[in-house]
């Protein structure tokens, strides 16, 4: 659907591609908002060359509703005035794989209620990034960046198990007050990518480890409040530049 304005979806109105190759694309030069649920292919199918979603607003925002839900094995896209997928919990989006994703002034943020793979890059110019993955019922979800999650102030990661950066970078740009959060409430935090942002605070249930070696790895200048809350647990951090400990930090081994 291209339209030369905004795209208006009612409450309750449905926009379905199903099957295996199913794709559907809104493209406006204004705003896109989205009131009802929207089905692309069958996220059951969850690979990364899968088909999906496509949500571009070329001079305005993307807004989801309460009353919205998206169902993708592929999200992407780009929005020039901020991006707002947050459906309400219990009739939330089903979200596999998130692709290429940039907004150019505002901000990103996704609610997801399946595990989530971040192939993107996802990238907001001006603003910050947040994701939340959680999951109602069943086992719990795990968020994985493959890829770059960059926030002009900064990027917050919320996933009720695991959060996994193994080949990725997680970037907040601000050299002041940018800030990456990552929050693991129910598992582990595990970067063996990058992490560079002026301020790094955190908490994990199990254990936290950010080591990656290289030269050109994490890049943290502060860092703040991190709680590692398992009895056995622990807090590991490899840093490639001066650090200030501002805490607290509390974890069975530091």
């Given at each position: 659907?291209?339209?030369?304005?905004?795209?208006?979806?009612?409450?309750?109105?449905?926009?379905?591609?199903?099957?295996?190759?199913?794709?559907?694309?809104?493209?406006?030069?204004?705003?896109?908002?989205?009131?009802?649920?929207?089905?692309?292919?069958?996220?059951a199918?969850?690979?990364?060359g899968?088909?999906?979603?496509?949500?571009?607003?070329?001079?305005?925002?993307?807004?989801?509703?309460?009353?919205?839900?998206?169902?993708?094995?592929?999200?992407?896209?780009?929005?020039?005035?901020g991006?707002?997928?947050?459906?309400?919990?219990?009739?939330?989006?089903?979200?596999?794989?998130?692709?290429?994703?940039?907004?150019?002034?505002?901000?990103?943020?996704?609610?997801?209620?399946?595990?989530?793979?971040?192939?993107?890059?996802v990238?907001?110019y001006?603003?910050?990034?947040?994701?939340?993955?959680?999951?109602?019922?069943?086992?719990?979800?795990?968020?994985?960046?493959?890829?770059?999650?960059?926030?002009?102030?900064?990027?917050?990661?919320?996933?009720?198990?695991?959060?996994?950066?193994?080949?990725?970078?997680?970037i907040?740009?601000?050299?002041?007050?940018?800030?990456?959060?990552?929050?693991?409430?129910?598992?582990?935090?595990?970067?063996?990518?990058?992490?560079?942002?002026?301020?790094?605070?955190?908490?994990?249930?199990?254990?936290?480890?950010?080591?990656?070696?290289?030269?050109?790895?994490?890049?943290?200048?502060?860092?703040?409040?991190?709680?590692?809350?398992?009895?056995?647990?622990?807090?590991?951090?490899?840093?490639?530049?001066?650090?200030?400990?501002?805490?607290?930090?509390?974890?069975?081994?530091?």
């Open positions: 659907i291209a339209q030369t304005g905004s795209i208006e979806q009612d409450s309750g109105a449905q926009i379905s591609a199903p099957g295996y190759s199913g794709v559907v694309g809104l493209n406006a030069n204004g705003s896109i908002n989205l009131g009802g649920t929207i089905q692309a292919a069958d996220p199918f969850g690979s990364v899968s088909p999906g979603l496509s949500l571009v607003s070329t001079n305005g925002a993307i807004i989801e509703t309460t009353t919205g839900n998206l169902s993708t094995p592929l999200l992407v896209g780009s929005a020039a005035n991006a707002t997928l947050n459906a309400t919990a219990g009739n939330g989006n089903l979200v596999a794989n998130l692709g290429p994703f940039a907004v150019h002034s505002g901000d990103f943020a996704l609610t997801d209620e399946r595990s989530l793979a971040v192939t993107g890059p990238v907001a001006a603003g910050s990034v947040t994701i939340l993955d959680t999951h109602l019922s069943g086992a719990p979800s795990s968020l994985t960046n493959n890829s770059t999650i960059q926030g002009q102030t900064g990027v917050t990661l919320v996933a009720d198990d695991n959060i996994v950066n193994s080949a990725g970078a997680v907040a740009v601000d050299g002041a007050t940018g800030a990456v959060n990552l929050i693991a409430t129910g598992g582990s935090i595990s970067s063996t990518g990058v992490v560079q942002a002026p301020n790094l605070t955190g908490f994990a249930a199990a254990s936290a480890t950010l080591n990656n070696t290289s030269a050109s790895g994490n890049r943290i200048a502060n860092l703040g409040s991190f709680t590692v809350d398992a009895a056995d647990g622990w807090l590991m951090l490899n840093d490639g530049r001066a650090l200030q400990v501002s805490g607290p930090l509390q974890a069975q081994t530091i």
